[in-house]
């Protein structure tokens, strides 16, 4: 089966929401390689509306520019391309189309596909409703050591969400790179069982 690998800009106090505006004094070569990692070997972008409409109003016309970034661009127009919207779409970016029925039947089908993995940038709704499906294998969070104090956090109210991290490092930024798994629910504890780690 195919696995989802999302990333996330996110702050220090959890939000996500327009990291153009926050996000971009702590862009550097390490950041770059970590964000394009993922891409490299997915042939498939799982987008929500929003990130699609950002993503397909820059990058074609970065192709067409020629200029430093146009080799990516030229992959990202490559790559299929897949939308979540409760709205019909029109689409002029090449290889792309929309996600029809309901999401956790139409990615689980999506996942059982023959392909690569499938790669998600942005997209907050349809991360937490992938994560809450158990059909999110990896997400990796660069969190910036910024508090932007105010936008659309990753995780609203609702149930707790159990990760596992697979990896950290940590960038010349302050940035921290952080990739986490799904985990089962730890077991229940208290004071009482942690207090046999305090110091004697």
Do not use: C
């Not at 430093?68 to 002029?92: C, I, N, P, W, Y």
Request: aromatic share 8%; hydrophobic share 45%.
């Amino acid at each position: 089966m195919r696995k989802i690998i999302a990333g996330l800009f996110i702050s220090l106090d959890g939000v996500t929401e327009a990291p153009d505006q926050w996000h971009f004094p702590y862009f550097n070569d390490e950041m770059g390689a970590a964000v394009g990692a993922p891409m490299m070997d997915a042939d498939t972008l799982l987008l929500g509306r929003k990130t699609y409409d950002s993503f397909a109003g820059a990058w074609p016309d970065r192709e067409r520019d020629a200029g430093e970034d146009a080799a990516f661009a030229k992959q990202l127009g490559d790559m299929r391309k897949v939308v979540v919207s409760r709205h019909d779409l029109k689409f002029t970016w090449r290889n792309s189309e929309q996600l029809t029925g309901d999401l956790v039947e139409a990615v689980t089908a999506l996942k059982q596909q023959p392909g690569g993995t499938i790669s998600m940038s942005g997209s907050v709704s349809v991360i937490r409703q992938l994560l809450a499906a158990g059909l999110l294998d990896e997400l990796q969070l660069l969190v910036h050591p910024i508090a932007v104090r105010t936008g659309e956090r990753l995780f609203d109210d609702g149930d707790a969400v159990p990760l596992k991290l697979l990896s950290s490092q940590t960038f010349s930024t302050g940035v921290l790179n952080l990739v986490y798994a799904p985990a089962a629910t730890p077991g229940a504890a208290g004071y009482d069982e942690a207090k046999a780690h305090l110091p004697q």
